[in-house]
Protein backbone atom coordinates (compact mmCIF):
# COMPACT_ATOMS: atom_id res chain seq x y z
CA UNK A 1 0.00 0.00 0.00
CA UNK A 2 0.99 3.44 -1.02
CA UNK A 3 -0.22 6.99 0.31
CA UNK A 4 0.08 9.36 -2.65
CA UNK A 5 -0.30 13.19 -1.85
CA UNK A 6 -4.11 12.96 -3.05
CA UNK A 7 -4.88 10.23 0.21
CA UNK A 8 -5.32 7.18 -3.18
CA UNK A 9 -3.82 4.12 -2.34
CA UNK A 10 -2.98 1.32 -4.86
CA UNK A 11 -3.42 -2.12 -3.53
CA UNK A 12 -1.84 -4.99 -4.87
CA UNK A 13 -2.84 -8.30 -6.93
CA UNK A 14 -0.13 -10.08 -8.55
CA UNK A 15 -0.54 -12.07 -11.52
CA UNK A 16 -0.21 -15.52 -10.50
CA UNK A 17 0.36 -16.26 -13.88
CA UNK A 18 3.52 -14.33 -14.87
CA UNK A 19 5.14 -14.99 -18.45
CA UNK A 20 8.41 -17.18 -17.86
CA UNK A 21 11.89 -15.44 -18.14
CA UNK A 22 12.34 -17.33 -21.39
CA UNK A 23 8.91 -15.99 -22.51
CA UNK A 24 9.76 -12.52 -21.39
CA UNK A 25 13.73 -12.46 -22.73
CA UNK A 26 12.48 -13.51 -25.92
CA UNK A 27 9.88 -10.66 -26.45
CA UNK A 28 12.52 -7.94 -24.98
CA UNK A 29 14.95 -9.62 -27.99
CA UNK A 30 12.54 -8.08 -30.68
CA UNK A 31 9.75 -6.09 -29.08
CA UNK A 32 8.59 -4.84 -32.04
CA UNK A 33 5.99 -1.90 -31.43
CA UNK A 34 2.56 -2.51 -29.43
CA UNK A 35 2.42 -6.19 -29.35
CA UNK A 36 3.11 -7.38 -26.12
CA UNK A 37 2.20 -6.32 -22.72
CA UNK A 38 3.46 -7.05 -19.08
CA UNK A 39 1.97 -8.73 -16.68
CA UNK A 40 -0.03 -6.10 -14.80
CA UNK A 41 -2.19 -3.44 -15.04
CA UNK A 42 -2.80 -0.34 -13.14
CA UNK A 43 -6.74 0.39 -12.97
CA UNK A 44 -8.63 3.51 -10.71
CA UNK A 45 -12.40 3.64 -10.81
CA UNK A 46 -14.53 6.30 -10.84
CA UNK A 47 -18.15 7.16 -10.07
CA UNK A 48 -20.45 10.08 -9.69
CA UNK A 49 -23.77 10.45 -8.41
CA UNK A 50 -26.60 12.25 -10.36
CA UNK A 51 -25.85 15.71 -9.11
CA UNK A 52 -22.67 14.92 -11.13
CA UNK A 53 -19.88 15.02 -8.39
CA UNK A 54 -18.12 12.00 -8.08
CA UNK A 55 -14.87 10.38 -6.74
CA UNK A 56 -11.49 8.24 -7.67
CA UNK A 57 -11.67 4.89 -5.78
CA UNK A 58 -10.24 1.56 -5.54
CA UNK A 59 -7.02 2.25 -7.12
CA UNK A 60 -5.04 -0.79 -7.62
CA UNK A 61 -2.51 -3.01 -9.38
CA UNK A 62 -4.19 -6.16 -11.06
CA UNK A 63 -3.07 -9.12 -13.52
CA UNK A 64 -3.20 -8.54 -16.98
CA UNK A 65 -6.28 -9.43 -18.93
CA UNK A 66 -9.60 -9.03 -20.13
CA UNK A 67 -12.00 -6.34 -18.86
CA UNK A 68 -15.85 -6.97 -17.32
CA UNK A 69 -18.01 -4.58 -19.28
CA UNK A 70 -21.22 -4.83 -19.54
CA UNK A 71 -22.55 -4.42 -22.91
CA UNK A 72 -24.78 -1.11 -23.19
CA UNK A 73 -21.51 0.47 -21.62
CA UNK A 74 -21.38 3.93 -23.40
CA UNK A 75 -17.78 4.07 -24.84
CA UNK A 76 -18.80 1.31 -26.81
CA UNK A 77 -21.51 3.02 -28.08
CA UNK A 78 -20.78 6.61 -27.89
CA UNK A 79 -17.18 6.90 -27.51
CA UNK A 80 -16.48 8.56 -24.98
CA UNK A 81 -12.53 7.84 -24.45
CA UNK A 82 -8.90 9.38 -23.95
CA UNK A 83 -5.98 8.26 -23.46
CA UNK A 84 -2.23 9.15 -22.94
CA UNK A 85 1.09 8.06 -24.19
CA UNK A 86 4.54 8.07 -22.41
CA UNK A 87 7.79 5.92 -22.47
CA UNK A 88 9.45 4.65 -19.44
CA UNK A 89 13.81 4.24 -20.29
CA UNK A 90 15.93 2.09 -17.91
CA UNK A 91 19.00 3.97 -17.55
CA UNK A 92 22.58 2.24 -17.37
CA UNK A 93 22.54 2.52 -13.50
CA UNK A 94 19.13 0.33 -13.45
CA UNK A 95 17.00 2.94 -12.58
CA UNK A 96 14.11 3.90 -14.59
CA UNK A 97 12.61 7.38 -15.95
CA UNK A 98 10.05 8.53 -18.13
CA UNK A 99 9.92 12.10 -19.62
CA UNK A 100 7.34 14.87 -19.27
CA UNK A 101 4.92 12.64 -17.87
CA UNK A 102 3.34 15.53 -15.74
CA UNK A 103 2.68 17.27 -19.52
CA UNK A 104 0.82 13.73 -20.24
CA UNK A 105 -0.73 14.56 -17.18
CA UNK A 106 -2.16 17.57 -17.55
CA UNK A 107 -2.95 16.76 -21.63
CA UNK A 108 -4.83 13.62 -20.32
CA UNK A 109 -7.11 16.51 -17.79
CA UNK A 110 -7.23 18.53 -20.73
CA UNK A 111 -9.11 16.06 -23.32
CA UNK A 112 -11.19 14.72 -20.16
CA UNK A 113 -12.67 18.12 -20.22
CA UNK A 114 -13.82 17.85 -23.62
CA UNK A 115 -14.63 14.57 -23.54
CA UNK A 116 -16.71 15.02 -20.77
CA UNK A 117 -15.15 12.99 -18.84
CA UNK A 118 -13.56 13.17 -14.91
CA UNK A 119 -10.37 14.91 -13.54
CA UNK A 120 -7.84 12.33 -12.44
CA UNK A 121 -5.39 14.03 -10.00
CA UNK A 122 -2.06 14.50 -11.37
CA UNK A 123 -0.48 13.17 -8.58
CA UNK A 124 -2.99 9.73 -9.38
CA UNK A 125 -1.47 9.56 -12.71
CA UNK A 126 2.02 9.56 -11.65
CA UNK A 127 1.46 7.47 -9.31
CA UNK A 128 -0.45 4.79 -11.30
CA UNK A 129 2.78 4.99 -13.93
CA UNK A 130 4.83 4.04 -10.67
CA UNK A 131 3.36 1.76 -9.30
CA UNK A 132 2.81 -0.64 -12.70
CA UNK A 133 7.00 0.42 -13.20
CA UNK A 134 7.64 -1.34 -10.16
CA UNK A 135 6.07 -4.61 -10.65
CA UNK A 136 7.27 -4.84 -14.20
CA UNK A 137 10.33 -3.41 -14.56
CA UNK A 138 11.95 -6.40 -15.78
CA UNK A 139 9.64 -5.80 -18.70
CA UNK A 140 12.29 -2.80 -20.37
CA UNK A 141 13.71 -3.89 -23.04
CA UNK A 142 17.79 -2.02 -22.64
CA UNK A 143 18.65 -2.30 -26.61
CA UNK A 144 19.14 0.88 -28.33
CA UNK A 145 16.27 3.33 -28.41
CA UNK A 146 14.27 0.80 -26.53
CA UNK A 147 11.71 1.53 -23.79
CA UNK A 148 8.60 0.67 -22.07
CA UNK A 149 5.75 2.39 -23.74
CA UNK A 150 2.75 2.92 -21.28
CA UNK A 151 -0.95 3.85 -22.24
CA UNK A 152 -3.02 5.41 -19.83
CA UNK A 153 -6.77 5.75 -20.80
CA UNK A 154 -9.78 6.72 -19.63
CA UNK A 155 -13.63 5.26 -20.49
CA UNK A 156 -16.91 5.42 -19.85
CA UNK A 157 -18.45 2.07 -18.22
CA UNK A 158 -21.95 2.89 -17.16
CA UNK A 159 -24.80 0.57 -18.63
CA UNK A 160 -26.90 3.31 -20.16
CA UNK A 161 -28.20 4.23 -23.71
CA UNK A 162 -28.79 8.08 -23.11
CA UNK A 163 -26.62 10.60 -24.39
CA UNK A 164 -25.35 12.10 -21.30
CA UNK A 165 -21.58 12.23 -19.97
CA UNK A 166 -21.15 8.30 -18.33
CA UNK A 167 -21.44 8.47 -14.83
CA UNK A 168 -19.22 5.95 -14.11
CA UNK A 169 -15.41 5.95 -15.35
CA UNK A 170 -12.22 3.68 -15.34
CA UNK A 171 -9.01 4.90 -15.38
CA UNK A 172 -6.25 2.29 -16.87
CA UNK A 173 -2.72 1.76 -17.49
CA UNK A 174 -1.16 -0.79 -19.60
CA UNK A 175 2.64 -1.04 -20.51
CA UNK A 176 4.28 -2.15 -23.81
CA UNK A 177 7.73 -3.19 -24.81
CA UNK A 178 8.87 -1.19 -27.57
CA UNK A 179 11.46 -0.97 -30.31
CA UNK A 180 11.83 0.83 -33.06
CA UNK A 181 8.16 2.39 -34.23
CA UNK A 182 8.65 1.65 -37.80
CA UNK A 183 10.64 -0.91 -37.59
CA UNK A 184 14.74 -1.37 -38.92
CA UNK A 185 17.03 1.49 -39.77
CA UNK A 186 15.51 5.50 -39.80
CA UNK A 187 15.08 5.49 -42.93
CA UNK A 188 12.64 8.82 -44.28
CA UNK A 189 8.91 8.10 -44.55
CA UNK A 190 6.95 8.44 -47.60
CA UNK A 191 3.43 10.63 -46.44
CA UNK A 192 0.47 10.57 -48.22
CA UNK A 193 -2.10 13.95 -48.57
CA UNK A 194 -4.95 13.85 -47.87
CA UNK A 195 -7.70 15.73 -49.82
CA UNK A 196 -10.46 13.48 -49.16
CA UNK A 197 -11.16 13.47 -45.29
CA UNK A 198 -9.69 15.61 -42.12
CA UNK A 199 -8.70 14.88 -38.82
CA UNK A 200 -10.23 17.59 -37.20
CA UNK A 201 -12.45 20.42 -37.76
CA UNK A 202 -12.88 23.71 -35.61
CA UNK A 203 -14.84 23.48 -32.33
CA UNK A 204 -14.59 19.66 -32.49
CA UNK A 205 -11.88 17.30 -30.64
CA UNK A 206 -8.73 17.60 -32.86
CA UNK A 207 -6.88 18.91 -29.54
CA UNK A 208 -7.83 16.17 -27.63
CA UNK A 209 -6.47 12.83 -27.26
CA UNK A 210 -9.54 10.74 -27.90
CA UNK A 211 -9.71 7.01 -29.37
CA UNK A 212 -12.47 8.64 -31.95
CA UNK A 213 -9.95 10.83 -33.94
CA UNK A 214 -7.89 7.46 -34.46
CA UNK A 215 -10.80 5.69 -35.87
CA UNK A 216 -11.51 8.62 -37.98
CA UNK A 217 -7.67 8.27 -39.27
CA UNK A 218 -8.22 5.26 -40.54
CA UNK A 219 -9.70 5.21 -43.76
CA UNK A 220 -7.47 8.29 -45.05
CA UNK A 221 -4.54 6.04 -43.46
CA UNK A 222 -6.33 2.83 -45.84
CA UNK A 223 -5.62 5.24 -48.78
CA UNK A 224 -2.21 6.01 -47.76
CA UNK A 225 -1.48 2.60 -47.55
CA UNK A 226 -3.09 2.29 -51.50
CA UNK A 227 -0.36 5.05 -52.77
CA UNK A 228 2.38 3.12 -50.43
CA UNK A 229 2.97 5.31 -47.60
CA UNK A 230 2.38 5.27 -43.79
CA UNK A 231 1.13 7.88 -43.06
CA UNK A 232 -1.51 10.79 -43.63
CA UNK A 233 -1.05 14.70 -43.41
CA UNK A 234 -4.05 16.40 -43.07
CA UNK A 235 -4.40 20.05 -44.02
CA UNK A 236 -7.10 22.46 -42.98
CA UNK A 237 -8.90 23.57 -46.61
CA UNK A 238 -11.14 25.87 -45.15
CA UNK A 239 -7.22 28.05 -43.72
CA UNK A 240 -6.03 28.21 -47.28
CA UNK A 241 -4.79 24.37 -47.24
CA UNK A 242 -2.77 25.17 -44.01
CA UNK A 243 -0.33 22.29 -42.69
CA UNK A 244 -2.15 20.67 -39.72
CA UNK A 245 -0.31 17.25 -38.51
CA UNK A 246 -0.02 13.65 -39.05
CA UNK A 247 -2.96 11.23 -37.63
CA UNK A 248 -0.48 11.13 -34.68
CA UNK A 249 2.80 12.90 -35.02
CA UNK A 250 3.19 16.66 -35.30
CA UNK A 251 5.38 18.15 -38.44
CA UNK A 252 8.66 20.26 -38.26
CA UNK A 253 10.00 22.27 -41.56
CA UNK A 254 13.96 23.24 -41.49
CA UNK A 255 14.60 26.00 -43.50
CA UNK A 256 18.46 26.79 -44.90
CA UNK A 257 18.40 30.20 -42.96
CA UNK A 258 18.07 28.36 -40.14
CA UNK A 259 14.33 29.07 -39.30
CA UNK A 260 12.44 26.34 -37.35
CA UNK A 261 8.81 25.96 -38.55
CA UNK A 262 5.54 24.11 -37.24
CA UNK A 263 2.51 24.66 -37.87
CA UNK A 264 1.10 27.02 -34.80
CA UNK A 265 -1.77 25.54 -32.36
CA UNK A 266 -4.92 26.64 -33.96
CA UNK A 267 -7.90 24.17 -32.32
CA UNK A 268 -7.50 21.77 -34.26
CA UNK A 269 -3.96 20.22 -33.68
CA UNK A 270 -2.58 18.22 -31.16
CA UNK A 271 -0.59 19.49 -28.88
CA UNK A 272 2.91 17.38 -28.68
CA UNK A 273 4.91 16.49 -25.97
CA UNK A 274 7.36 16.29 -28.30
CA UNK A 275 6.73 18.68 -30.02
CA UNK A 276 7.00 21.29 -27.38
CA UNK A 277 10.37 19.66 -26.53
CA UNK A 278 11.38 20.00 -29.92
CA UNK A 279 10.36 24.17 -29.91
CA UNK A 280 12.73 24.11 -27.06
CA UNK A 281 15.49 22.29 -27.56
CA UNK A 282 15.06 24.34 -31.41
CA UNK A 283 15.57 27.58 -29.44
CA UNK A 284 18.71 26.36 -27.00
CA UNK A 285 20.64 25.71 -30.06
CA UNK A 286 19.62 29.23 -31.65
CA UNK A 287 17.42 28.43 -34.01
CA UNK A 288 14.41 30.70 -35.40
CA UNK A 289 11.45 28.72 -33.87
CA UNK A 290 8.30 29.78 -35.78
CA UNK A 291 5.10 28.55 -34.36
CA UNK A 292 2.94 29.78 -37.52
CA UNK A 293 0.76 28.75 -40.48
CA UNK A 294 2.78 27.02 -43.36
CA UNK A 295 0.65 25.91 -46.28
CA UNK A 296 0.92 23.15 -48.62
CA UNK A 297 2.05 26.14 -51.42
CA UNK A 298 4.65 26.90 -49.16
CA UNK A 299 5.89 23.56 -48.54
CA UNK A 300 5.97 22.60 -52.22
CA UNK A 301 7.57 26.22 -52.78
CA UNK A 302 9.94 25.98 -50.18
CA UNK A 303 11.38 22.31 -51.24
CA UNK A 304 11.45 23.47 -54.67
CA UNK A 305 13.75 26.30 -54.40
CA UNK A 306 16.04 24.76 -51.61
CA UNK A 307 14.85 27.16 -48.72
CA UNK A 308 12.85 24.02 -47.18
CA UNK A 309 16.32 21.56 -46.52
CA UNK A 310 14.57 19.02 -44.58
CA UNK A 311 10.76 18.14 -43.12
CA UNK A 312 10.49 15.49 -40.02
CA UNK A 313 7.35 14.69 -38.08
CA UNK A 314 7.15 13.84 -34.15
CA UNK A 315 5.76 11.94 -31.19
CA UNK A 316 6.31 9.88 -28.10
CA UNK A 317 6.16 6.22 -30.47
CA UNK A 318 8.42 7.19 -33.00
CA UNK A 319 10.82 10.58 -31.63
CA UNK A 320 11.47 12.21 -34.68
CA UNK A 321 11.31 10.90 -38.00
CA UNK A 322 12.62 12.62 -41.46
CA UNK A 323 9.81 12.65 -44.00
CA UNK A 324 11.34 11.59 -47.49
CA UNK A 325 8.65 12.75 -49.19
CA UNK A 326 4.98 13.67 -49.59
CA UNK A 327 3.04 11.95 -52.09
CA UNK A 328 -0.04 14.11 -53.30
CA UNK A 329 -2.65 13.75 -55.93
CA UNK A 330 -1.03 16.06 -58.83
CA UNK A 331 2.64 15.38 -57.78
CA UNK A 332 4.90 14.60 -54.97
CA UNK A 333 7.23 16.83 -53.20
CA UNK A 334 10.77 15.68 -51.90
CA UNK A 335 12.33 12.28 -52.87
CA UNK A 336 11.76 8.90 -51.43
CA UNK A 337 15.25 8.49 -51.41
CA UNK A 338 16.23 11.32 -49.61
CA UNK A 339 19.40 11.42 -46.61
CA UNK A 340 17.83 11.96 -43.10
CA UNK A 341 18.86 15.45 -42.72
CA UNK A 342 21.42 16.73 -40.34
CA UNK A 343 19.54 19.10 -38.29
CA UNK A 344 16.62 16.58 -38.02
CA UNK A 345 19.42 13.75 -36.92
CA UNK A 346 20.77 16.05 -34.26
CA UNK A 347 17.63 16.88 -33.09
CA UNK A 348 16.69 13.06 -32.50
CA UNK A 349 19.68 12.26 -30.87
CA UNK A 350 20.04 14.98 -28.33
CA UNK A 351 16.00 14.14 -27.52
CA UNK A 352 16.81 10.26 -27.37
CA UNK A 353 20.27 10.87 -25.44
CA UNK A 354 17.92 13.02 -22.57
CA UNK A 355 15.76 10.14 -22.14
CA UNK A 356 18.08 7.15 -22.14
CA UNK A 357 19.99 9.48 -19.77
CA UNK A 358 23.03 9.60 -21.86
CA UNK A 359 22.98 13.41 -22.86
CA UNK A 360 22.15 16.29 -20.20
CA UNK A 361 18.90 16.87 -19.31
CA UNK A 362 19.08 21.04 -18.61
CA UNK A 363 15.02 21.38 -18.49
CA UNK A 364 14.70 18.64 -15.95
CA UNK A 365 12.15 17.19 -18.73
CA UNK A 366 12.72 13.10 -16.26
CA UNK A 367 10.97 12.01 -13.86
CA UNK A 368 12.01 9.07 -11.72
CA UNK A 369 9.41 5.93 -12.04
CA UNK A 370 11.43 3.29 -10.03
C1 LIG B 1 -0.23 11.88 -29.46
C2 LIG B 1 -0.32 12.71 -30.69
C3 LIG B 1 0.76 13.47 -31.15
C4 LIG B 1 2.13 13.43 -30.51
O1 LIG B 1 2.12 13.82 -29.18
P1 LIG B 1 3.34 13.45 -28.23
O2 LIG B 1 2.95 13.98 -26.92
O3 LIG B 1 4.53 14.10 -28.78
O4 LIG B 1 3.45 11.97 -28.26
C5 LIG B 1 0.57 14.26 -32.27
N1 LIG B 1 -0.60 14.29 -32.91
C6 LIG B 1 -1.67 13.55 -32.50
C7 LIG B 1 -2.93 13.64 -33.25
C8 LIG B 1 -1.56 12.75 -31.38
O5 LIG B 1 -2.61 12.03 -30.99
Known amino acids: MTETATGLEFSRQLSSNRKTEEQRAEVLADPGFGNHF ?3 TAVVDYTAGPDGHGSWHDARIEPYGPIPLDPAASVLHYGQEI ?4 KAYKHDDG ?3 TFRAESNATRMNRSARRLALPQLPEETFLESLRQLVEVDKDWIPTGEGDSLYLRPYMFATE ?3 GVRPSREVSYRVIASPAGNYFGGELKP ?3 WLSRNYARAGRG ?7 GGNYAASLAPQMEAEEHGCKQVLFLDPFNDDAVEELGGMNVFFVF ?7 PALSGTILEGVTRSSVIQLGKDRGLDVQERKITIDEWEDGVKSGEITEVFACGTAAVITPIGELKTENGDIGSPDAKPGEVTMSLREQLLGIQTGKAEDPHGWLTRLA
Do not use: P, Q
Not at 83 to 86: A, Q, V
Not at 205 to 210: E, F, L, P, R
Not at 256 to 262: A, I, M, Q, S
Open 189 to 191: VSI
Open 95 to 97: SVW
Open 83 to 86: FEGM
Open 159 to 161: AFL
Open 256 to 262: KDGRLVT
Open 38 to 40: TDH
Open 204 to 210: GTGNAKC
